[in-house]
Nanobody
Framework: VQLVESGGGLVQPGGSLRLSCAAS????????MSWYRQAQGKARELVAR????????NYVDSVKGRFTISRDNAKNTVYLQMNSLKPEDTAVYSC?????????WGQGTQVTVSP
């Protein structure tokens, strides 16, 4: 089982990034997928979640209207489009796959928002 995130980097405030999480080794289309983030010295928080079919999405209030989670089950990939980025969005972003008690995590990708 592998979850590999990509797309992180350094961006100026107001900019955009698109994170990807490529999955392998399990039946991706059966799993709900989520993006979490952890800023230095802070607890990990759930940013966005998408159901296995892609029909249902949920977001933490701080990113509503700015971030969009989506998935392509044919490509076994989940995305996080991040627009209007703010310095407080700086964190390591990780994806998680979950189906009942089965849970897998990626290693994370750093997003830094700074002038």
């Amino acid at each position: 089982v592998q979850l590999v995130e990509s797309g992180g980097g350094l961006v100026q405030p107001g900019g955009s990034l698109r994170l990807s999480c490529a999955a392998s080794g399990f039946t991706f289309s059966s799993y709900d997928m989520s993006w979490y983030r952890q800023a230095q010295g802070k607890a990990r928080e759930l940013v966005a979640r998408i159901s296995n079919t892609g029909i249902t999405t949920n977001y933490v209030d701080s990113v509503k209207g700015r971030f969009t989670i989506s998935r392509d089950n044919a490509k076994n990939t989940v995305y996080l489009q991040m627009n209007s980025l703010k310095p407080e969005d700086t964190a390591v972003y990780s994806c998680k796959a979950q189906w009942g008690p089965y849970m897998y995590w990626g290693q994370g990708t750093q997003v830094t928002v700074s002038p």
